[in-house]
């Protein structure tokens, strides 16, 4: 079958092959037949080396498809079944998953360098990951059973793939990690995908005042179409947020993943409030508080990983939302290529010009 690879951290663009094999199948194992994948700020964080992914690797954790095939024991899910991938997969037995957060564990990530792809290169054959235990760049993976979410079967494919991931995070940081009420007001730094759908979630949420900060201009304006009621430069949100009753936002949301957009949003909260990190950010990129100013305003910090919520739960209440009309997520996809057009993707997204493209497999 075809797959992108990526044969070694830091590179630019990927290697399109047709002499890939999706590897693994077995008890408790999925074959997926992928039909749509978006691509992700993400993805090119592991090529770049920011995010954990040992190479080589297989791109892509916004997919979706169709069950192919199940391995003894699988439960839930039977051939035929219409999936998006869950890159954050819970194990339903560790103390996070009795909790209630299934979103926080960790067996999904001892799935990231163990082997799902094999090719042969140089007369020798050649085992790669698929990014974090998914790998929709391929045109058919193996993945666990508890890393695919069975979705309703006229959900197209191209908005399934968004909810795998970029959607499901920003509607989940809104509604389930911030809860942000009625009527209150809110910033989202960041208009790519990710804060785009922060942006819906609030909305959904009845946010009185929706203020998206973008240093680029067509991202400003095209946040406006999905329910923001401001869109300004970065250079401005200090002067915003200050105009405010109690002198800064209620609830700020960072979509970027940098410790100065975090810190920008810690400044443009106002007393009491919160900022909700969302990016994923590097590990060596450290955030600075004094402890007079975390005792004295009492903003509260609040991370929001994939939703902040059990995933499966967070993507039926985006169906839910999406079938109701309070969501767009056709919308949302900007530009469409070919599998063998995975590099213009790519390309499409460091400059700025898609909010997200989605990867037709067929």
């Not at 990710?194 to 900060?213: D, F, P």
């Amino acid at each position: 079958m075809r797959a992108a690879v990526l044969h070694k951290t830091g590179q630019d663009t990927l290697d399109v092959r047709e002499d890939v094999t999706a590897v693994g199948f077995g008890p408790g194992m999925v074959r997926v037949r992928m039909r749509a994948a978006s691509l992700c700020h993400s993805d090119l964080s592991a090529m770049s080396g920011v995010l954990p992914q040992p190479a080589p690797f297989v791109p892509g954790h916004e997919g979706a498809g169709d069950v192919v095939e199940v391995g003894e024991g699988v439960r839930g899910v039977t051939p035929g079944d219409r999936v998006v991938l869950c890159w954050m997969a819970p194990c339903g037995g560790c103390a996070h998953c009795e909790r209630g957060r299934g979103h926080l564990c960790v067996a999904s990530l001892r799935r990231l360098g163990a082997p799902a792809f094999r090719f042969e290169e140089g007369g020798a054959a050649v085992e790669a990951s698929g990014f974090y235990g998914t790998g929709a760049f391929a045109e058919e993976v193996v993945v666990a059973a508890d890393a695919v979410i069975k979705v309703p079967a006229d959900l197209p494919y191209e908005a399934a793939a968004l909810i795998g991931c970029g959607v499901t995070t920003g509607v989940g940081a809104a509604v389930n990690t911030a809860r942000v009420e009625p009527g209150a007001s809110v910033a989202v730094i960041g208009a790519g995908g990710v804060g785009v759908a922060t942006v819906q979630g609030a909305r959904a949420c009845g946010a009185g005042r929706i203020t998206v900060v973008d240093p680029v201009v067509s991202r400003r304006e095209r946040a406006l179409a999905f329910g923001a009621t401001d869109a300004i430069a970065p250079e401005e949100l200090k002067a915003a947020a200050k105009g405010l009753p109690g002198g800064g936002f209620d609830y700020v949301f960072e979509a970027v993943g940098r410790a100065a957009t975090v810190r920008a949003g810690y400044d443009a909260a106002r007393r009491g409030g919160a900022v909700v990190v969302i990016g994923a950010g590097a590990q060596d990129d450290p955030v600075q508080f004094s402890m007079g100013e975390l005792f004295f305003n009492e903003k509260r910090l609040l991370p929001s990983l994939y939703g902040g919520a059990p995933v499966a739960s967070t993507v039926a209440l985006v169906v839910d939302l999406w079938r109701a009309g309070r969501i767009d997520l056709d919308g949302m996809v900007t530009h469409r290529v070919g599998l063998a057009d995975v590099n213009e993707a790519i390309a499409q997204m460091r400059s700025g010009e898609a909010l997200r493209t989605v990867v037709t497999l067929g």
